[in-house]
């Protein structure tokens, strides 16, 4: 099994920045995936940012939304899971899920075999 957690979120002015952090403990991987989804109230959960691992291979993607605003990073499988969230907009508030997953697609959640229990971020205009 796997347990994560996610921390780092809060309340932000429009354009301001925040770091959210996953910290996994448990089993580990060689390849895996492990990647941020977002779901504001009354929407759908939405695909915000990803690193793909393979052996000392690492891709990262992220979500047209986020793009050049957004960057996803972990050193290695005993770091955190981060996630630098600059020029924040109030359209980014949502609650914030950290995720792990070993095959599939990377940008679906339904993908994701482990999930945490989520970090409110909220920005104000």
């Known amino acids: 099994q796997v347990q994560l957690v996610e921390s780092g979120g809060g309340l932000v002015q429009a354009g301001g920045s925040l770091r959210l952090s996953c910290a996994a403990s448990?089993?580990?991987?060689?390849?895996?995936?492990m990647g941020w989804f977002r779901q504001a109230p009354g929407k759908e959960r939405e695909f915000v940012a990803a690193?793909?691992?393979?052996?000392?291979?690492?891709?990262?993607y992220y979500a047209d939304s986020v793009k050049g605003r957004f960057t996803i990073s972990r050193d290695n499988a005993e770091n955190p899971l981060y996630l630098q969230m600059n020029s924040l907009e109030p359209e980014d508030t949502a609650i914030y899920y950290c995720?792990?997953?070993?095959?599939?697609?990377?940008?679906?959640?339904?993908?994701?075999?482990?999930w945490g229990q989520g970090t409110q971020v909220t920005v104000s205009s």
């Open positions: 995720a792990l997953g070993v095959r599939g697609a990377t940008m679906t959640s339904d993908e994701y075999e482990y």
């Open positions: 448990g089993r580990t991987f060689s390849s895996y995936k």
């Open positions: 690193i793909r691992v393979i052996g000392w291979n690492y891709n990262r």
